[in-house]
């Protein structure tokens, strides 16, 4: 027996969770997670070097500028020029009226303060006003620490050095000198996802044995990097004019890239008895997914050079293989110079802006924990715990659970930084005596903060805060080395109170809940599985690349339900009983889902090898007919106040006794995973007054 099993629940929960997010393998991450770590250092050094303050500032921009890819950097680098012009506007505007009166002042931030987190909800430049909102926050602390106006202007310019100099570095750097374009990375992430294909194909030909093949992906983990590879599209298409020419024939790819996967997945681990024709058939399909391979390297088309006979097509069918067959058959004749729809553009405001009071409460609670920070520890006259006001900005999200998701992050990051600052302030400043060894000495720190970073949203603020937190602690006394444990002390303090405040004020007034937006989600996920079902077609022409898009809808549907059932999880102003019963029949729906899919994919393929007379083809499309609006019906019930949903008592286990056995089978384990849907009307799941306040306890 391993350690791991005598390890209680809980901590082997957080080990799994720690090594899924250290070893995930996003594309682009090594190198942004380089370039990051390695612009910390060159900051630190020119900060140094030339005397420029406010180094955790400089170090904070590069963590939330350096992106995985060239163009997103640059994006972003504009965003933070705007967002500055902005900030330093709003300042000296504060500073000059109302510099000595302090009340005036402290108003005159709490109304920018206030209109910059309603931006936030409601603009869909959001990051922007959410700087504008950190530098007003932060910016009080300038009028409080010095007696002058004009020392007080001196550091604010200061401040703007400090954060536009990482901004020009970053952009050097990672936009031009050491560029991560979003095809080169695209290009790689399929190649891999591809090698990957042909290892689970020798695996069912049998030849695995002798070599060290790569486990299998979980569908979870296929389905993440699908939706990497599409959002790599989305920006390869707006940076590479070449790209962009072809970028339906790619956005394809894609798609059948994923459904590669997920088919040759599960047909690896069944093991199936191939015989001699299998084994020439898994030949075949593997030289061409090393042809498709190839052309992927150089950014071409692929196209097709095996077409397959009568009966190696009857030999893929009875192994079901026949879906991945017609897969690579359509993407060699797809036109890569066919026009892209033109995808509709978001409005810069959602809709309900000036109707909806729920940003109105956001910002005003937002506001409130500030203040309420500001009131303590200027009162105290305890400035060094300044980081409680900003962290109630930080911690600012739509519902409790998001909030306190990133409390959570925050406060894990900030006890790290805080810790590795006290060790090193003991253990190693004492014996440094150059900036050589500082550097050396921040190396390992800052590339560690930086490769968690570059995780996933579930972890990757711990990083940011982690390095921010110990460059606040040993970064701001000087410019040299500090050795001030009280500065360490008061940070980590100030994070803290920050985040009891908030946990208060978002908890108790106007607490927001993701829960009935979580059903919502839930209907839409089941509505595009229902539009996947629904489509006429089962084979032939180019109608298979339109379905494994319409596939990846699906997959995307339930990701997002998926990150929001983790948010859901954490809001502790739900009461436990109805919080359990909403995540365990959220549950039931995803693994529901997913499985309808994998089913519809095997029925579809044998729907298509088989033929049938037009009769039973018509008997067939109605009976999908009648699954999809069961799962449409079901998807209303979901949307409803209180929910109705409830799964239909029965299905046509076939439309036509006609039908032979193996396809009669799959048609009712399909309808059976419809019925066998959670039914949401035996105990209400929705989110009423009362679920929404904390349990009383005597």
């Known amino acids: 027996m391993s350690l791991a099993d005598y390890m209680p629940e809980p901590l082997r929960a957080l080990a799994s969770f720690l090594r899924e997010e250290l070893t995930e393998t996003r594309p682009g991450r090594a190198a942004q997670a ?68 302090p009340l005036i002042r402290i108003a005159a931030a709490g109304l920018i303060l206030f209109g910059s987190m309603y931006l936030m909800r409601v603009n869909k430049l959001g990051l922007m006003f959410f700087a504008v909102a950190l530098v007003a926050v932060y910016g ?13 202007v001196r550091a604010l310019m200061w401040a703007v050095v400090a954060g536009m100099y990482p901004v020009l570095l970053m952009v050097i750097v990672c936009g031009f000198l050491f560029p991560s374009r979003p095809v080169a990375l695209l290009q790689r992430e399929l190649h891999r996802q591809l090698s990957e294909v042909s290892a689970r194909l020798e695996q069912m030909r049998g030849a695995a044995a002798h070599i060290d093949a790569p486990a299998a992906s979980p569908v979870t983990r296929i389905e993440k990097d699908t939706l990497a590879l599409q959002g790599l599209h989305t920006f390869a298409s707006s940076d590479d004019a070449g790209y962009r020419a072809c970028a339906p024939y790619w956005k394809a790819c894609i ?66 293989l026949d879906g991945p067959c017609r897969t690579l058959q359509e993407l060699a004749r797809f036109d890569p110079a066919q026009p892209a729809p033109k995808a509709p553009k978001d409005p810069l405001f959602v809709a309900d802006t000036l109707t909806n009071p729920v940003y109105l409460r956001f910002a005003l609670k937002v506001t409130l924990a500030s203040l309420i920070c500001y009131a303590f520890y200027h009162g105290a006259q305890w400035d060094g715990i300044h980081t409680s006001m900003l962290t109630c900005v930080i911690v ?88 001030d444990l009280g500065e360490i002390r008061d940070r980590a303090i100030g994070i803290l109170i920050g985040i009891v405040v908030s946990t208060v004020v978002y908890t108790f007034i106007w607490p927001e809940s993701e829960a009935d937006t979580l059903r919502q989600k839930l209907a839409d996920a089941l509505r595009e599985a229902a539009r996947l079902i629904r489509r006429s077609e089962c084979a032939g022409g180019s109608e298979q690349l ?20 983790e948010r859901v999880a954490l809001e502790v102003n739900l009461r436990p009983e109805t919080r359990q019963a909403l995540l365990q029949r959220t549950r039931n729906v995803l693994d529901g889902g997913r499985k309808m899919l994998d089913q519809w994919d095997i029925l579809r393929d044998r729907l298509d090898a088989e033929g049938h007379p037009p009769a039973v083809d018509t008997a067939w499309d109605a009976w999908r007919q009648q699954t999809a609006d069961a799962l449409d019906h079901y998807a209303d019930g979901l949307t409803a106040q209180p929910p109705t949903a409830a799964p239909p008592r029965s299905l046509p286990i076939a439309p036509s006794a006609d039908a032979s056995s193996t396809l009669a089978a799959q048609a009712r384990q399909l309808a059976a995973q419809v019925v066998e849907l959670p039914d949401w009307t035996t105990e209400a799941c929705s989110i009423d007054t009362a679920a929404m306040q904390p349990e009383k306890r005597i």
């Not at 009080?140 to 007080?152: K, M, N, V, W, Y």
Request: one cysteine or more.
């Open 546 to 565: 339109g379905y494994l898009q319409q596939r990846a809808v699906c997959w995307n549907a339930f990701k997002n339900c998926e990150d929001m059932y």
């Open 140 to 152: 009080q602390t300038i009028p409080d620490s010095l007696d002058f106006p004009e020392i007080g």
């Open 34 to 101: 380089t370039q990051l770590g390695s612009l910390c250092l060159l900051v630190v050094f020119v900060s140094m070097t030339l005397r420029v303050p406010l180094i955790a500032v400089s170090l904070i921009v590069l963590f939330y500028g350096v992106q995985q890819n060239a163009f997103f950097t640059k994006v972003v680098a504009v965003v933070f020029v705007v967002a500055t012009l902005l900030d330093v506007g709003c300042l000296f505007l504060v500073l000059k009226y109302a510099y000595g009166y």
């Open 255 to 320: 798609a059948a890239v994923g459904y590669l996967r997920a088919r040759t997945n599960v047909l690896a681990a069944r093991s199936l008895p191939l015989g001699d024709a299998g084994r020439a058939l898994i030949c075949g399909l593997r030289d061409e997914v090393a042809a498709l391979q190839a052309s992927v390297e150089r950014a071409e088309p692929y196209r097709c050079t095996w077409t397959p006979g009568g009966t190696e097509r009857a030999t893929a069918a009875a192994f079901s």
């Open 396 to 483: 600012a999200y739509p519902s409790t659970g998001a909030s306190f998701q990133k409390m959570v992050l925050r406060c894990s990051g900030a006890l790290i930084g805080a810790l590795l600052a006290l060790l090193t302030t003991i253990f190693i400043i004492p014996h440094l005596d150059g900036i050589a060894g500082f550097l050396l000495m921040l190396a390992p720190i800052f590339f560690a903060g930086a490769w968690v970073a570059t995780g996933s949203e579930r972890s990757s603020y711990i990083g940011t805060q982690f390095v921010f937190t110990f460059a606040m602690a040993t970064l701001e006394s000087g410019f040299g080395p500090s050795a």
